[in-house]
């Protein structure tokens, strides 16, 4: 069983930046891959950014060049920075793990881009 849990999220203008961190607990970290997934009010849950234990990532058109996502594998933390803010990223921002056929998700952080 592993559990996530976010922090991070807040109120920032548009062009400002924020970072996420989402703490896990268990084992084996190192072996899932790690996501940060979004959903707005009304919308469906949307990918934003994976990394595999391996470091590869993969970033939502939307986000690419603004967005970075990153992993500590010795704190079991993944973070998501997230740079040049715009309205239409506000959203309650969840972390995933996943790893064969198991999948667990955080209780999800909001982030407000608003002036």
């Known amino acids: 069983q592993v559990q996530l849990v976010e922090s991070g999220g807040g109120l920032v203008q548009p062009g400002g930046s924020l970072r996420l961190s989402c703490a896990a607990s268990?084992?084996?970290?190192?072996?899932?891959?790690m996501g940060w997934y979004r959903q707005a009010p009304g919308k469906l849950r949307d990918l934003v950014a994976t990394?595999?234990?391996?470091?590869?990532?993969n970033y939502a058109d939307s986000v690419k060049g603004r967005f970075t996502i990153s992993r500590d594998n010795a704190k079991n933390t993944v973070f998501l920075q997230m740079n040049s803010l715009k309205p239409e990223d506000t959203a309650v921002y969840y972390c995933?793990?996943?790893?064969?056929?198991?999948?667990?998700w955080g209780q999800g952080t909001q982030v407000t881009v608003s002036s």
């Open positions: 268990g084992s084996f970290f190192s072996s899932y891959t």
């Open positions: 995933n793990g996943r790893l064969r056929f198991d999948s667990y």
């Open positions: 990394i595999t234990g391996g470091g590869n990532t």
